[in-house]
T-cell receptor, first 114, second 112 residues
Framework: AQTVTQSQPEMSVQEAETVTLSCTYDTSESDYYLFWYKQPPSRQMILVIRQEAYKQQNATENRFSVNFQKAAKSFSLKISDSQLGDAAMYFCAYWAGTASKLTFGTGTRLQVTL | DSGVTQTPKHLITATGQRVTLRCSPR?????VYWYQQSLDQGLQFLIQ???????AKGNILERFSAQQFPDLHSELNLSSLELGDSALYFCASSPEYQETQYFGPGTRLLVL
């Protein structure tokens, strides 16, 4: 079964600094997708970034980028120039067509301090 | 705003009762997914419907059922409610054969 592990329950970053959230996953599939979702205090689940496993190039969305290491089954999220609005729970998620569901990690709570 | 709507936003009910949660997917999306987010279980997939038919089933209790209607909106029915059913229930939708799911704002269910 696919599993997603986020080993950092909480992280803290100062405003304008850079932070990296870690995620590892386990799968026997060769074709899959990985996602980072943000859940602010409003509890809405917001898609931050996605990565296709067959693409070697790391995905980037403005201040958010990923470091995708397929062989190591690692998928970290880097947030540059952190802003107060980035404070939220961040969930790493995995999707493969064979299962069609998203499998989530347990989340990392990110604090942004002044 | 993801384009996925869920009603109601909040629901407070008593043990043993039955409730219905409603979801309208994004325009054009054929797939609807239901997830439960609780403190002790995290985000768990419950069930998926595609164009009116059940496509995949996760950790959904027998007391729970869902359906997707011809207009593609979906309802999640929770019956014989227990205290442990208190959670945030999300609906998500995606286009045909697409991996990216867009989440609604969720329904917060509190069972007293």
């Amino acid at each position: 079964a696919q599993t997603v592990t986020q080993s950092q329950p909480e992280m803290s970053v100062q405003e304008a600094e850079t932070v990296t959230l870690s995620c590892t996953y386990d799968t026997s599939e060769s074709d899959y997708y990985l996602f980072w979702y943000k859940q602010p205090p409003s509890r809405q689940m917001i898609l931050v970034i996605r990565q296709e496993a067959y693409k070697q190039q790391n995905a980037t969305e403005n201040r958010f980028s990923v470091n995708f290491q397929k062989a190591a089954k690692s998928f970290s999220l880097k947030i540059s120039d952190s802003q107060l609005g980035d404070a939220a729970m961040y969930f790493c998620a995995y999707w493969a067509g064979t299962a069609s569901k998203l499998t989530f990690g347990t989340g990392t709570r990110l604090q942004v301090t002044l | 705003d993801s384009g996925v709507t869920q009603t109601p936003k909040h629901l407070i009910t008593a043990t043993g009762q039955r409730v219905t949660l409603r979801c309208s997917p994004r325009s054009g999306d054929l797939s609807v997914y239901w997830y439960q987010q609780s403190l002790d279980q995290g985000l768990q997939f419950l069930i998926q419907y595609y164009n009116g038919e059940e496509r995949a089933k996760g950790n959904i209790l027998e007391r729970f059922s869902a359906q997707q209607f011809p207009d593609l909106h979906s309802e999640l029915n929770l019956s014989s409610l227990e205290l442990g059913d208190s959670a945030l229930y999300f609906c998500a939708s995606s286009p045909e054969y697409q991996e990216t799911q867009y989440f609604g704002p969720g329904t917060r269910l509190l069972v007293l």
